[in-house]
């Protein structure tokens, strides 16, 4: 089975659930720039945290498929599993920020970070397990730190979070530092695949 079905329904599942979280930003009671941030600041941000999340899974699953050769049904499998976590962003989105931040939603948010990282692990290591040794994909991916840097991090924040006492006290502050940080690890453009997808360019060209 050719990869493009999957890769288009995998898209449309990603743009109905960043769909869901615009939609659920509340609109300001009053016209001005205060009644915007009393209501909706906090708000934003936490969408913001949350989209650059499914941007950072839709762009490195876009990639993977680049290098995947057939899809089997193992395939398919692991990649609803993956869809099913990142479905939950919504909702753990909005729990996060309709409590102001309080100690279980966070928890709650950060064990859907780390649920959809092991989710997309187990993606890349069925697609892997389908291929040949040496297939592009095994090769591309090598040590995989950035794979490995991620779940430690969401249970670091996790941990964090369940020492807090009340709303964006100082471990909540921690817990978010671990989720931003990761996601600003992954913003760093990952050369690995795309090295084996674009020719070398010549010296000096």
């Not at 839709?58 to 990649?79: D, P």
């Amino acid at each position: 089975m050719p990869t493009s079905r999957l890769e288009a329904f995998s898209d449309g599942v990603l743009a109905i659930i960043i769909t869901i979280m615009v939609l659920g930003l509340r609109v300001p009671a009053g016209n001005d720039l205060a009644a915007l941030w009393h209501t909706t600041a906090g708000q934003m941000l936490t969408y913001l945290l949350s989209f650059v999340y499914v941007g950072i899974y839709w762009n490195n699953h876009h990639h993977v498929f680049q290098l995947t050769e057939r899809v089997t049904g193992g395939v398919l499998w692991a990649n609803l599993h993956l869809l099913f976590w990142l479905s939950l962003f919504p909702f753990s989105t909005a729990w996060m920020d309709s409590t102001h931040f309080s100690r279980v939603p966070v928890i709650a948010f950060g064990l859907n970070l780390l649920t959809a990282a092991v989710a997309y692990f187990v993606l890349q290591r069925v697609i892997v397990r389908n291929e040949p040794e040496g297939g592009p994909l095994r090769t591309a991916l090598g040590r995989d730190l950035k794979g490995w840097f991620s779940p430690l991090a969401y249970v670091g924040g996790i941990v964090a979070a369940s020492f807090s006492r009340s709303g964006l006290d100082g471990p909540i502050w921690v817990a978010l530092g671990f989720y931003v940080a990761v996601a600003l690890v992954w913003l760093v453009p990952d050369r690995r695949i795309e090295r084996l997808l674009l020719p070398e360019r010549p010296a000096g060209a």
